[in-house]
């Protein structure tokens, strides 16, 4: 079946969904059901027109040119969900501040290291609440070895999260101490986060269905809202590899309508719905 919407809108056809449904399996694990055809329409079709392209088909056979890398990667983030917000599941930034950086403080104040992990950052409110909770209850995190790696697979919210600029409504849900010890308006009327704090998050690309150049282990990994997306073979495999970097006794947080599924496997024990602790 062909859907030409009208007449200047790009030749959309079952098999041209079918070729797009197996880019976002195979390059970043994302599961996109049928009910998805008009959406994954919606969102291409602007890659083609930015391109010049008047048929998915062809579109299609560029982007999966070996040449052609940087267009694959346009198509991935054009099929990714970016919704977040400041302070999401407020709960899990609770924990983390009155639970494990209480714990994290007395570690690197005793010459350890801390590192929390955002895994699909989107553009970046997960992150930065993190380093605003870290830094409520550990003011001088910045000056000891405590880091927040902050990743995503999209390169286009990961250079927005890394900015730590926001528009003012999008900082509502900041507590308002908070947005004034951390954040300044920048000379656009943003908000823009400044001082220490700015030392605590590292943003980078990285796909969670790939290798992960990553040293070392997690005292939390919040990996929320993304599993979401995949099919259940995925999320198993990414459940296992994210408790192999957790440090014993560390947590994961996933999203609300979100579970791991073999917690014992993976050596975690569910401590709340959607809080997870790794064995000791
Ligand atoms: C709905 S947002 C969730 C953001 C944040 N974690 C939260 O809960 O508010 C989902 C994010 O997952 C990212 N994502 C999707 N597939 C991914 C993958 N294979 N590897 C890494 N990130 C991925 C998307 O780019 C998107 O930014």
């Known amino acids: 079946m062909t859907y030409p919407m009208s007449s200047n809108e790009a030749e959309y056809t079952d098999a041209d969904f079918e070729t797009v449904r197996r880019i976002a399996q195979d390059e970043a694990g994302i ?13 291409v079709s602007r890659r083609l027109r930015e391109l010049g392209y008047t048929s998915f088909q062809a579109y299609l056979d560029f982007v999966r040119m070996p040449g052609a890398r940087d267009e694959m990667e346009k198509l991935i983030c054009a099929l990714t969900t970016n919704v977040t917000h400041f302070f999401r599941e ?11 950086v209480p714990h994290l403080a007395a570690k690197v104040r005793a010459g350890g290291r801390a590192r929390l992990w955002s895994a699909a950052c989107s553009t970046g409110q997960e992150p930065w609440s993190m380093a605003m909770s870290v830094m409520t209850a550990f003011p001088d995190a910045p000056s000891h070895d405590v880091r927040i790696l902050a990743t995503d697979i999209n390169s286009e919210v990961v250079a927005r999260a890394a900015s730590g600029t926001y528009p003012e409504a999008e900082t509502e849900g900041i507590p308002q101490p908070c ?7 920048d000379p656009f009327g943003d908000m823009c986060f400044s001082g220490p704090i700015c030392q605590l998050p590292a943003f980078k690309v990285l796909n969670l269905n790939a290798a992960w150049p990553i040293k070392g282990t997690f005292s939390a990994i919040f990996c929320r809202n993304v599993v979401i997306y995949f099919d259940e073979a995925t999320r198993e495999r990414l459940w296992q590899r994210l408790a192999e970097k957790l440090e014993p006794g560390g947590f994961l947080y996933v999203g609300h309508s979100e579970r791991v599924t073999f917690v014992d496997r993976c050596g975690l024990q569910q401590i709340a719905p959607t809080i997870y602790r790794k064995d000791h």
Do not use: G
Request: charged share 25%; aromatic share 10%.
């Open 90 to 100: 407020k709960k899990h930034f609770e924990h983390l501040q009155t639970v494990v």
């Open 31 to 43: 599961h996109l059901p049928e009910s998805k055809k008009t959406l994954v329409y919606s969102r």
């Open 179 to 185: 947005k004034a010890q951390y954040m300044v308006p």
